[in-house]
């Protein structure tokens, strides 16, 4: 059963900088894609950071390039989102997504996070 456990949550102010953290487990973390999406109020879900398995191929919305970096730990089966100067703008709903690898014999789809909440006041 695929889980992810994400944390971080918080009320921060403008300019400010917060660490948000997804733990997995169910499948074979190590050889998986993992990723960010965020949801505004108001508005739909979309991509923040994607990583893949080893860390070498990263990318990230325009609108975070600079400012937020996605890192992960094979050994920890986590991965993290280390965002800097954080904006109102980027109030939303975090959310980890799991892309597990066809060896995890899961269901293969996407698995997502609960989302965890992320306020920037001005």
């Known amino acids: 059963q695929v889980r992810l456990e994400e944390s971080g949550a918080g009320f921060v102010q403008a300019g400010s900088s917060r660490r948000l953290s997804c733990t997995a487990s169910?499948?074979?973390?190590?050889?998986?894609?993992m990723a960010w999406f965020r949801q505004a109020p108001g508005k739909e879900r979309e991509f923040v950071a994607g990583?893949?398995?080893?860390?070498?191929?990263?990318n990230y919305t325009n609108s975070v390039k600079g400012r937020f970096t996605i890192a992960r730990n094979n050994f920890q089966e986590t991965v993290y989102l280390q965002m800097n100067n954080l904006k109102p703008d980027d109030t939303a709903v975090y959310y980890c997504?799991?892309?597990?690898?066809?060896?995890?014999?899961?269901?293969?789809?996407?698995?997502w996070g609960t989302g965890i909440l992320v306020t920037v006041s001005s």
């Open positions: 997504m799991a892309r597990p690898s066809p060896n995890s014999n899961v269901e293969r789809r996407d698995y």
């Open positions: 169910g499948f074979i973390f190590s050889e998986s894609y």
């Open positions: 990583i893949s398995w080893n860390g070498e191929r990263i």
